[in-house]
């Protein structure tokens, strides 16, 4: 029998359809996605260089931009960062659920918070906990209406206390090795052993510095057959280039929240190209991919725009470069000072 494992770093109605925009025409990722990124345990790594600007938000937290070709994709990039030092007791991560639907932004401002970004996938589709109360069963074993089997689940994001943030390794149901239903009562027993705040999610991009995201699509199909396939198949979905959403952890307890824009002006993202973009500028130990696409979207203290401090580019049925075209969301990841 296939164990289910944990990965530990301490510091409903029907069926939904499933809303995005149409992707780009083609997959662009058929290649190696740029050149072999390098990384590890006891590397430091600090964004800085040319496209990147820092910004000092608060004590312990740094908040990252950066606007320019990127090596790995080879492409015109805009991604935004914000980097937070859990060893600093003067804030809280939070994992926060929303009913009726917030805007980030309106979910940043009523939380007060000094960061946030976007979370979730489609409801039927994830495992949600939040303050010890289920809210999302991952109820279904398709995604959304259609026929695809539910890939969105090989791990979450888990918060406990202030600062006690894990990664959890469930299996991946796309590779095989559980099904939906074993993701589904794995998640459902955490509820015992001190897991109170959990959010599935899917690809896990870097696994104890292992890099899954660089293969959890299949190369071997080529770009016809991919284009085929249905948008929200995994081998579509990931390899082609979208926003982006993610939250990893560094060696060092530093918190990173990620977004990548996308279908603007910045070209986004494949899980592969993200995978290795994080390990060249971050170099986290463990990394998640969120939702992405017209979800994503980042809110900084201080920064972006004046009244909403929406920093990225937000593309839910808008094609305007400006800060608005936010989706409202159910959940949302959070730095809140205490």
Known sequence: MLALGLLLLSGCGGKEPVRELP????????????????????????????????????????????????????????????D???????????????????????AFKKHKAVAAINANYEPNSIYMRVGGSE?????????????????????????????????????????????????????????????????SSAPMLINNFDKLGENFCDYSLSSSAVNKL????????????????????TENNHLILFVVDGRIKSAGMSARQLTRF?????????????????????????????ATHVVNYPCDGNTNYDHTGERPRDAFIMIVKK
Request: net charge negative; with cysteine; aromatic share 10%.
């Open 84 to 106: 937070v030092d859990l060893n600093n007791p003067a804030y809280q991560v939070k994992l926060v659920y929303e009913s009726p639907r917030l805007t980030t932004s309106a």
């Open 230 to 249: 249905n948008s929200e198949d995994a081998d579509r979905h990931q390899r082609v280039l979208h926003p982006r959403t993610a939250v990893a952890l």
């Open 23 to 82: 992707p780009p025409p083609e997959v662009t990722d058929t290649d190696t996605g740029g050149s072999e990124i390098g990384g590890g345990s006891g590397i430091e790594v600090t964004p800085l260089g040319a496209g990147w600007t820092a910004t000092s938000v608060a004590d312990g937290v740094i908040y990252y931009a950066y606007n320019g070709t990127d090596e790995i994709s080879g492409k015109h990039q805009e991604v935004f960062a914000v």
């Open 278 to 306: 994080l390990v060249k500028w971050f170099n986290p130990q463990y990394a998640l991919n969120l939702d992405g696409g017209g979800s994503t979207t980042m809110c900084v203290q201080g920064e972006g725009d004046a």
């Open 135 to 199: 809210i999302y069963p991952l109820k279904s074993d398709k995604i959304g209406d259609t026929s695809v089997p539910n890939w969105k689940n090989e791990a979450a994001f888990s918060v406990a206390g202030d600062r006690n943030v894990a990664f959890l390794w469930a299996g991946s149901q796309k590779k095989g090795e559980v099904t939906v239903s074993q993701q589904r009562t794995y998640y459902q027993n955490l509820s015992s052993t001190g897991y109170p705040n959990v959010i």
